[in-house]
Protein backbone atom coordinates (compact mmCIF):
# COMPACT_ATOMS: atom_id res chain seq x y z
CA UNK A 1 0.00 0.00 0.00
CA UNK A 2 1.43 3.65 -0.58
CA UNK A 3 2.47 5.63 2.27
CA UNK A 4 2.04 9.66 2.39
CA UNK A 5 3.69 11.84 5.20
CA UNK A 6 -0.06 13.42 4.88
CA UNK A 7 -3.31 13.09 3.44
CA UNK A 8 -4.79 15.90 2.29
CA UNK A 9 -8.74 15.71 2.17
CA UNK A 10 -10.65 18.79 0.63
CA UNK A 11 -9.29 21.21 -2.02
CA UNK A 12 -10.76 24.14 -1.13
CA UNK A 13 -8.68 27.30 0.68
CA UNK A 14 -7.88 24.93 3.18
CA UNK A 15 -7.15 22.05 2.30
CA UNK A 16 -4.96 23.05 -0.83
CA UNK A 17 -3.29 25.77 1.40
CA UNK A 18 -2.10 22.68 3.64
CA UNK A 19 -1.27 20.96 0.87
CA UNK A 20 1.38 23.17 -0.60
CA UNK A 21 2.77 24.41 2.65
CA UNK A 22 3.69 20.56 3.61
CA UNK A 23 4.31 19.57 -0.10
CA UNK A 24 7.01 22.76 -0.14
CA UNK A 25 8.56 21.11 3.18
CA UNK A 26 9.56 18.09 1.12
CA UNK A 27 7.12 16.02 2.62
CA UNK A 28 5.17 13.23 0.43
CA UNK A 29 1.67 15.06 0.13
CA UNK A 30 -1.33 13.68 -1.35
CA UNK A 31 -4.20 16.03 -1.89
CA UNK A 32 -7.71 14.40 -2.10
CA UNK A 33 -10.57 16.18 -3.49
CA UNK A 34 -14.10 15.60 -4.90
CA UNK A 35 -14.21 17.47 -8.55
CA UNK A 36 -16.22 20.45 -9.40
CA UNK A 37 -17.65 21.17 -5.92
CA UNK A 38 -17.72 25.00 -5.06
CA UNK A 39 -19.85 26.15 -2.03
CA UNK A 40 -21.49 29.22 -1.67
CA UNK A 41 -19.45 32.42 -1.74
CA UNK A 42 -19.41 36.25 -1.62
CA UNK A 43 -15.62 35.97 -2.66
CA UNK A 44 -14.23 38.65 -0.68
CA UNK A 45 -10.39 38.55 0.23
CA UNK A 46 -8.55 41.41 1.91
CA UNK A 47 -5.35 42.30 0.05
CA UNK A 48 -3.74 41.01 3.72
CA UNK A 49 -4.25 37.28 1.91
CA UNK A 50 -2.50 38.54 -1.32
CA UNK A 51 0.90 39.29 0.85
CA UNK A 52 0.70 36.76 3.37
CA UNK A 53 0.07 33.63 1.11
CA UNK A 54 2.15 35.01 -2.31
CA UNK A 55 -1.44 35.51 -4.23
CA UNK A 56 -0.87 37.31 -7.64
CA UNK A 57 -3.32 40.36 -7.65
CA UNK A 58 -3.89 39.08 -11.35
CA UNK A 59 -6.07 36.08 -9.85
CA UNK A 60 -8.68 39.08 -8.84
CA UNK A 61 -11.74 39.31 -10.71
CA UNK A 62 -12.66 42.19 -9.07
CA UNK A 63 -11.56 44.90 -7.07
CA UNK A 64 -14.42 46.73 -5.18
CA UNK A 65 -13.99 50.12 -3.79
CA UNK A 66 -17.10 50.47 -1.02
CA UNK A 67 -19.54 48.85 0.26
CA UNK A 68 -22.67 49.81 1.28
CA UNK A 69 -25.30 48.99 4.15
CA UNK A 70 -28.89 49.10 3.59
CA UNK A 71 -31.36 48.93 6.36
CA UNK A 72 -34.71 47.77 6.29
CA UNK A 73 -36.27 51.25 5.98
CA UNK A 74 -33.99 51.57 3.17
CA UNK A 75 -31.02 53.42 4.54
CA UNK A 76 -28.28 53.29 2.53
CA UNK A 77 -24.56 53.98 4.08
CA UNK A 78 -21.95 53.75 1.71
CA UNK A 79 -18.91 52.95 3.15
CA UNK A 80 -15.70 53.60 1.26
CA UNK A 81 -12.55 51.43 1.45
CA UNK A 82 -10.15 54.43 1.29
CA UNK A 83 -6.31 53.51 0.05
CA UNK A 84 -7.09 50.13 -0.40
CA UNK A 85 -9.58 47.79 -1.57
CA UNK A 86 -11.57 44.42 -1.25
CA UNK A 87 -10.46 42.14 -3.42
CA UNK A 88 -13.13 39.53 -5.12
CA UNK A 89 -12.57 36.00 -6.74
CA UNK A 90 -14.20 33.10 -8.54
CA UNK A 91 -14.39 30.14 -6.34
CA UNK A 92 -13.75 27.82 -8.99
CA UNK A 93 -11.15 29.35 -10.52
CA UNK A 94 -9.41 30.55 -7.42
CA UNK A 95 -9.76 27.26 -5.86
CA UNK A 96 -7.79 25.17 -8.94
CA UNK A 97 -5.11 27.66 -8.95
CA UNK A 98 -4.11 27.07 -5.34
CA UNK A 99 -4.37 23.31 -6.33
CA UNK A 100 -2.20 23.61 -9.20
CA UNK A 101 0.37 25.51 -6.90
CA UNK A 102 0.36 22.83 -4.38
CA UNK A 103 0.78 20.04 -7.13
CA UNK A 104 3.70 22.69 -8.97
CA UNK A 105 5.37 22.28 -5.23
CA UNK A 106 5.14 18.66 -5.26
CA UNK A 107 1.71 17.66 -3.71
CA UNK A 108 0.20 15.09 -5.58
CA UNK A 109 -3.61 15.35 -6.16
CA UNK A 110 -6.48 12.67 -7.04
CA UNK A 111 -9.74 13.31 -7.92
CA UNK A 112 -11.35 11.18 -4.88
CA UNK A 113 -14.19 10.77 -2.72
CA UNK A 114 -13.39 10.44 1.22
CA UNK A 115 -15.19 7.30 2.79
CA UNK A 116 -13.37 6.41 5.97
CA UNK A 117 -10.16 6.49 8.02
CA UNK A 118 -8.88 2.89 9.26
CA UNK A 119 -5.88 2.04 11.03
CA UNK A 120 -3.47 -0.72 9.74
CA UNK A 121 -1.81 -3.27 12.51
CA UNK A 122 0.51 -0.96 13.71
CA UNK A 123 -2.08 1.55 14.39
CA UNK A 124 -1.23 4.39 11.67
CA UNK A 125 -4.35 5.90 9.48
CA UNK A 126 -5.26 4.11 6.29
CA UNK A 127 -7.46 6.72 4.20
CA UNK A 128 -10.45 5.07 2.41
CA UNK A 129 -11.69 6.70 -0.43
CA UNK A 130 -13.71 6.06 -3.52
CA UNK A 131 -11.78 6.78 -6.48
CA UNK A 132 -13.72 9.41 -9.59
CA UNK A 133 -15.13 11.74 -6.59
CA UNK A 134 -18.06 9.94 -6.29
CA UNK A 135 -19.94 7.50 -3.74
CA UNK A 136 -19.87 5.10 -6.09
CA UNK A 137 -16.34 4.40 -7.14
CA UNK A 138 -13.93 1.97 -6.81
CA UNK A 139 -12.91 1.81 -3.19
CA UNK A 140 -8.64 2.69 -2.55
CA UNK A 141 -6.50 2.61 0.05
CA UNK A 142 -3.67 5.38 1.14
CA UNK A 143 -1.49 4.96 4.07
CA UNK A 144 -1.18 8.34 5.96
CA UNK A 145 1.41 9.34 9.06
CA UNK A 146 -0.99 12.26 9.38
CA UNK A 147 -4.51 13.53 8.03
CA UNK A 148 -5.12 16.97 7.59
CA UNK A 149 -9.04 17.22 7.33
CA UNK A 150 -10.54 20.06 5.30
CA UNK A 151 -13.51 18.17 3.67
CA UNK A 152 -16.08 21.22 4.13
CA UNK A 153 -18.89 22.47 6.85
CA UNK A 154 -19.91 18.76 7.46
CA UNK A 155 -16.44 17.41 7.35
CA UNK A 156 -16.91 13.90 7.33
CA UNK A 157 -13.21 13.63 8.69
CA UNK A 158 -14.27 15.66 12.11
CA UNK A 159 -16.89 13.83 12.77
CA UNK A 160 -14.95 10.38 12.63
CA UNK A 161 -11.67 11.85 14.39
CA UNK A 162 -12.93 14.84 16.65
CA UNK A 163 -14.98 14.88 19.58
CA UNK A 164 -18.14 17.65 19.33
CA UNK A 165 -17.96 17.95 15.41
CA UNK A 166 -21.29 16.86 15.05
CA UNK A 167 -22.53 19.57 17.25
CA UNK A 168 -21.68 22.55 15.46
CA UNK A 169 -24.00 25.59 14.83
CA UNK A 170 -24.74 26.26 11.17
CA UNK A 171 -26.04 29.05 8.87
CA UNK A 172 -27.47 27.96 5.68
CA UNK A 173 -26.76 29.82 2.70
CA UNK A 174 -27.47 29.74 -0.74
CA UNK A 175 -26.62 32.00 -3.69
CA UNK A 176 -26.82 32.42 -7.38
CA UNK A 177 -24.49 33.09 -9.81
CA UNK A 178 -25.62 35.51 -12.79
CA UNK A 179 -24.54 37.52 -15.48
CA UNK A 180 -23.49 41.17 -14.23
CA UNK A 181 -25.94 43.75 -16.42
CA UNK A 182 -24.57 46.40 -18.82
CA UNK A 183 -24.90 49.75 -17.79
CA UNK A 184 -27.71 50.63 -19.31
CA UNK A 185 -29.80 48.54 -17.19
CA UNK A 186 -28.10 48.92 -13.28
CA UNK A 187 -30.54 50.42 -11.17
CA UNK A 188 -29.06 49.52 -7.54
CA UNK A 189 -26.03 47.76 -8.41
CA UNK A 190 -22.76 48.36 -8.73
CA UNK A 191 -19.44 47.15 -10.62
CA UNK A 192 -16.98 48.56 -7.52
CA UNK A 193 -19.53 48.00 -4.64
CA UNK A 194 -20.24 45.11 -2.33
CA UNK A 195 -24.02 45.49 -1.25
CA UNK A 196 -24.92 43.56 2.24
CA UNK A 197 -28.67 44.21 2.94
CA UNK A 198 -29.52 43.81 6.66
CA UNK A 199 -33.27 43.02 6.49
CA UNK A 200 -35.35 40.47 7.44
CA UNK A 201 -37.27 40.06 4.03
CA UNK A 202 -33.98 38.77 2.82
CA UNK A 203 -32.55 37.02 5.79
CA UNK A 204 -33.93 36.82 9.41
CA UNK A 205 -30.85 36.65 11.09
CA UNK A 206 -28.33 37.00 8.92
CA UNK A 207 -27.44 39.11 5.81
CA UNK A 208 -28.02 39.17 2.12
CA UNK A 209 -25.59 40.56 -0.58
CA UNK A 210 -24.95 41.08 -3.57
CA UNK A 211 -21.31 41.22 -4.57
CA UNK A 212 -19.90 41.79 -7.86
CA UNK A 213 -17.58 39.44 -9.90
CA UNK A 214 -16.22 40.98 -12.88
CA UNK A 215 -18.54 39.59 -15.52
CA UNK A 216 -20.49 38.35 -13.08
CA UNK A 217 -22.50 38.69 -9.65
CA UNK A 218 -23.18 36.92 -6.72
CA UNK A 219 -26.90 37.44 -5.52
CA UNK A 220 -27.38 35.29 -1.82
CA UNK A 221 -28.51 34.91 2.10
CA UNK A 222 -27.81 33.05 4.55
CA UNK A 223 -30.02 31.90 7.81
CA UNK A 224 -29.96 30.30 10.63
CA UNK A 225 -34.23 29.66 10.64
CA UNK A 226 -35.22 26.55 8.99
CA UNK A 227 -37.89 26.87 6.42
CA UNK A 228 -37.30 30.28 5.51
CA UNK A 229 -37.85 30.54 1.51
CA UNK A 230 -34.54 31.54 0.47
CA UNK A 231 -35.04 31.55 -3.13
CA UNK A 232 -37.88 33.04 -2.77
CA UNK A 233 -36.09 36.12 -0.80
CA UNK A 234 -33.16 35.98 -3.59
CA UNK A 235 -35.59 36.56 -6.54
CA UNK A 236 -37.05 39.57 -4.39
CA UNK A 237 -33.48 40.67 -4.16
CA UNK A 238 -32.62 40.56 -7.53
CA UNK A 239 -36.36 42.38 -8.79
CA UNK A 240 -35.47 45.21 -6.42
CA UNK A 241 -31.67 45.38 -7.48
CA UNK A 242 -32.73 45.20 -11.61
CA UNK A 243 -30.90 41.38 -11.67
CA UNK A 244 -34.39 39.91 -12.30
CA UNK A 245 -34.11 39.58 -16.17
CA UNK A 246 -30.39 38.78 -16.38
CA UNK A 247 -29.11 35.11 -16.97
CA UNK A 248 -28.65 32.73 -14.26
CA UNK A 249 -25.52 30.41 -14.60
CA UNK A 250 -25.54 28.55 -11.45
CA UNK A 251 -27.75 28.24 -8.05
CA UNK A 252 -25.35 26.65 -4.87
CA UNK A 253 -26.36 26.46 -1.36
CA UNK A 254 -24.13 24.54 1.59
CA UNK A 255 -23.97 25.12 5.15
CA UNK A 256 -21.15 27.19 6.95
CA UNK A 257 -20.13 27.05 10.21
CA UNK A 258 -19.74 30.22 12.65
CA UNK A 259 -18.37 28.18 15.51
CA UNK A 260 -14.68 27.19 15.85
CA UNK A 261 -14.46 23.53 16.94
CA UNK A 262 -12.98 23.11 20.47
CA UNK A 263 -10.67 20.80 19.86
CA UNK A 264 -9.16 20.64 16.12
CA UNK A 265 -7.45 17.31 16.58
CA UNK A 266 -7.69 13.42 17.51
CA UNK A 267 -4.23 13.61 19.63
CA UNK A 268 -2.82 11.07 17.45
CA UNK A 269 -2.81 11.73 13.57
CA UNK A 270 -5.34 13.72 12.59
CA UNK A 271 -6.01 17.80 12.57
CA UNK A 272 -8.97 19.74 10.52
CA UNK A 273 -9.12 23.13 8.94
CA UNK A 274 -10.77 25.34 7.34
CA UNK A 275 -14.68 24.76 7.37
CA UNK A 276 -14.35 21.69 9.06
CA UNK A 277 -12.54 23.11 12.23
CA UNK A 278 -15.67 26.09 11.78
CA UNK A 279 -13.59 29.14 11.26
CA UNK A 280 -15.75 31.18 9.38
CA UNK A 281 -16.36 34.33 10.74
CA UNK A 282 -19.70 35.21 12.52
CA UNK A 283 -21.46 38.64 12.01
CA UNK A 284 -19.55 38.94 8.10
CA UNK A 285 -19.15 35.47 7.27
CA UNK A 286 -15.92 35.65 5.90
CA UNK A 287 -14.16 32.41 5.47
CA UNK A 288 -11.32 32.18 2.72
CA UNK A 289 -8.67 34.35 4.29
CA UNK A 290 -9.25 32.30 7.57
CA UNK A 291 -9.45 28.84 5.70
CA UNK A 292 -6.30 29.51 4.36
CA UNK A 293 -4.84 30.48 7.74
CA UNK A 294 -6.39 27.40 9.39
CA UNK A 295 -4.56 25.34 6.80
CA UNK A 296 -1.35 26.39 7.06
CA UNK A 297 -1.77 26.33 10.66
CA UNK A 298 -2.98 22.40 10.03
CA UNK A 299 0.75 22.34 7.89
CA UNK A 300 2.81 23.51 10.72
CA UNK A 301 1.59 21.69 13.20
CA UNK A 302 1.75 18.37 11.35
CA UNK A 303 5.41 19.32 10.75
CA UNK A 304 6.11 20.04 14.11
CA UNK A 305 4.66 16.47 14.76
CA UNK A 306 6.68 14.58 12.18
CA UNK A 307 9.92 16.26 13.62
CA UNK A 308 9.45 16.24 17.89
CA UNK A 309 7.32 12.53 16.81
CA UNK A 310 4.95 13.90 19.61
CA UNK A 311 1.17 14.23 18.17
CA UNK A 312 0.92 16.80 21.05
CA UNK A 313 2.09 18.96 18.33
CA UNK A 314 -1.14 18.84 16.52
CA UNK A 315 -2.71 21.10 19.53
CA UNK A 316 -0.17 23.37 18.05
CA UNK A 317 -2.93 24.19 15.10
CA UNK A 318 -5.68 25.39 17.16
CA UNK A 319 -4.11 27.36 19.67
CA UNK A 320 -1.71 29.35 17.55
CA UNK A 321 -5.48 30.43 15.33
CA UNK A 322 -7.36 31.03 18.53
CA UNK A 323 -4.16 33.08 19.99
CA UNK A 324 -4.24 35.20 16.66
CA UNK A 325 -8.35 35.81 15.38
CA UNK A 326 -9.99 34.46 18.40
CA UNK A 327 -10.62 37.91 19.87
CA UNK A 328 -11.86 38.65 16.71
CA UNK A 329 -14.29 35.85 16.52
CA UNK A 330 -15.33 36.34 19.80
CA UNK A 331 -16.15 40.63 19.06
CA UNK A 332 -17.73 39.57 16.18
CA UNK A 333 -19.85 36.93 17.20
CA UNK A 334 -21.06 39.03 19.97
CA UNK A 335 -21.93 41.80 17.19
CA UNK A 336 -24.00 39.32 15.57
CA UNK A 337 -26.43 37.93 18.71
CA UNK A 338 -27.08 41.59 19.35
CA UNK A 339 -27.93 43.34 16.33
CA UNK A 340 -28.78 40.76 13.68
CA UNK A 341 -31.97 39.48 16.13
CA UNK A 342 -34.59 41.85 14.47
CA UNK A 343 -35.23 44.44 12.37
CA UNK A 344 -35.44 47.09 15.11
CA UNK A 345 -31.70 46.38 16.17
CA UNK A 346 -30.67 45.95 12.17
CA UNK A 347 -31.90 49.63 11.88
CA UNK A 348 -29.97 50.97 14.59
CA UNK A 349 -26.97 48.55 13.56
CA UNK A 350 -27.02 50.74 10.06
CA UNK A 351 -26.98 53.65 11.97
CA UNK A 352 -24.08 53.04 13.80
CA UNK A 353 -22.50 52.49 10.92
CA UNK A 354 -22.75 55.83 9.17
CA UNK A 355 -20.20 56.81 11.73
CA UNK A 356 -16.95 57.65 10.23
CA UNK A 357 -14.99 56.19 13.43
CA UNK A 358 -16.85 52.77 12.65
CA UNK A 359 -16.02 52.68 9.33
CA UNK A 360 -12.47 53.72 9.61
CA UNK A 361 -11.56 51.05 12.62
CA UNK A 362 -14.07 48.79 10.39
CA UNK A 363 -12.21 48.58 7.34
CA UNK A 364 -8.70 49.12 9.42
CA UNK A 365 -9.13 45.74 11.10
CA UNK A 366 -10.60 44.18 7.98
CA UNK A 367 -7.10 44.70 5.99
CA UNK A 368 -4.91 44.11 8.25
CA UNK A 369 -6.88 41.12 9.73
CA UNK A 370 -6.92 42.12 13.84
CA UNK A 371 -8.72 44.70 15.99
CA UNK A 372 -6.81 47.75 15.87
CA UNK A 373 -6.11 49.25 19.30
CA UNK A 374 -3.78 52.56 18.02
CA UNK A 375 -6.43 54.74 19.01
CA UNK A 376 -8.47 55.05 22.22
CA UNK A 377 -10.47 57.92 21.34
CA UNK A 378 -12.14 56.49 18.50
CA UNK A 379 -12.61 53.31 20.57
CA UNK A 380 -14.40 55.61 22.93
CA UNK A 381 -16.75 57.23 21.01
CA UNK A 382 -17.81 53.85 19.63
CA UNK A 383 -18.37 52.80 22.65
CA UNK A 384 -20.68 55.53 23.37
CA UNK A 385 -22.34 55.70 20.53
CA UNK A 386 -23.32 51.97 21.17
CA UNK A 387 -24.82 52.74 24.27
CA UNK A 388 -26.41 55.76 23.58
CA UNK A 389 -28.50 53.23 20.49
CA UNK A 390 -28.76 50.09 22.97
CA UNK A 391 -30.35 52.46 25.41
CA UNK A 392 -32.71 53.96 23.18
CA UNK A 393 -31.48 57.56 23.68
CA UNK A 394 -30.06 58.09 20.00
CA UNK A 395 -32.75 57.40 17.05
CA UNK A 396 -31.98 54.97 14.49
Same mark, same amino acid.
Given at each position: ?118 ? /? ?6 ? !? +?? @? $? ?6 ? #?? =? ?44 ? /? ?6 ? !? +?? @? $? ?6 ? #?? =? ?64 ? #? ?120
Amino acid at each position: MERFDVVVVGGGPAGATAAHEMAKRGRRTLLLDKAGRVKPCGGAVPPQLLVDFDVPRSVLVAEIDCARVISPRGRNVDIPVGDGFVGMVDRGRFDEWLRARAVDFGAERRTGYFDRIER /AADGSAVV !V +YR @E $GGSRSGAE #AR =VGARFVIGADGALSAVARQEIPGADRVKHVFAYHEIVEAPAEAVQA /AYGKARCD !V +YY @E $GTYSPDFY #AW =VFPHGGVASVGTGTFQKGFDMRGAIAELRQRTGLADVKTLKREGAPIPLTPLRRWDNGRDVVVAGD #AAGIVAPASGEGIFYAMTGGRRAAEAVELAIRTGSARALRSARRRFMWEHGQVFMVLNVMQSFWYRNDDRRERFVAICEDRDVQQLTFDGYMRKKLVRARPMSHLRIFLKNWAHLSGLASA
